[in-house]
Each structure stands twice: as structure tokens, then as C-alpha cells.
């Protein structure tokens, strides 16, 4: 179960994930805000070092992106529609479901990130759980 999960924090870039603000629908006003965050978490490894305080932003715990996903267990992945980490999150549903891991991707129009934390105001919140309830016991 990943929910609008951070994969890639290395911003390795493959035939999945290529990151561009064009591929984000927004109103003007939302452009800026969007802009500075996949700035501040896109490809700007030097400050993430210290914040994780690692010299290797590209090992494979910060990195399931890069790993082979073809040992990955049935995965249930879901992201917002405005999150920041929606490219690698779609760009990896997309990797694990080629390497033929059962795959469910569920995007959530009009959320940003951490929608999940809304869960009892907006029925897409409700909606998530029931998908994961539905996903668990088939695998």
C-alpha cells in the first residue's frame, strides 16, 4: 500500500519519468505554489543530503524506484492529481505493472498531497479506504 508515496528521492530519470511542469493541470494561481515544491524535491540533492543525512541519495531505501520491480509483491499505489510526487508515483505504478506485478494506480482529481489526512471531510478520502480494503484481501 503506498499512498502518495516519495520513490525516486534521487530523481533518476528513465522512460517512466521524465519530471515537467506541462504535465500538470492547474489554475495559474496554484502554478507557483507547485512550482516551488517539485523545485525543492525535484533533482535538488545536495539539500537532501543533509536533511537525511546521507552522502548517498541514491540508495536503494531512498530509491525503490530503482530497484527491479519485478520482486515487488501485489502493490496498491495512489496519488493526487496536484501532489508533487504524482510524475514518480505514475511513473512507477507504470514500471511495477510492465514488469507484470498486479498493479492498482487510483489518481484522485483535484487532490494535492497528504489528501488521506481529510478522511471523514471529502468522500474521495472514503473512497481511497474502500479501495484498499477491496485490494488486501485479494492478495
Known sequence: MLLYPTLNMAKVEDEYYHPSMDQFEMAPKQKRGLTKMIGMFGGMTDGLEAILGTGDVKNDYLNPYTRDPKKNPPTFVTVGEHDF?????????VKLHNAGVDTTAVLYKG?????FDNA???PQCEDCIDEMARFMPEH
Open 85 to 93: 510526487l504524482k510524475l514518480e508515483t505514475l511513473g512507477y505504478a
Open 120 to 122: 471523514g471531510v471529502y
Open 111 to 115: 487532490f494535492g498531497h497528504a489528501y
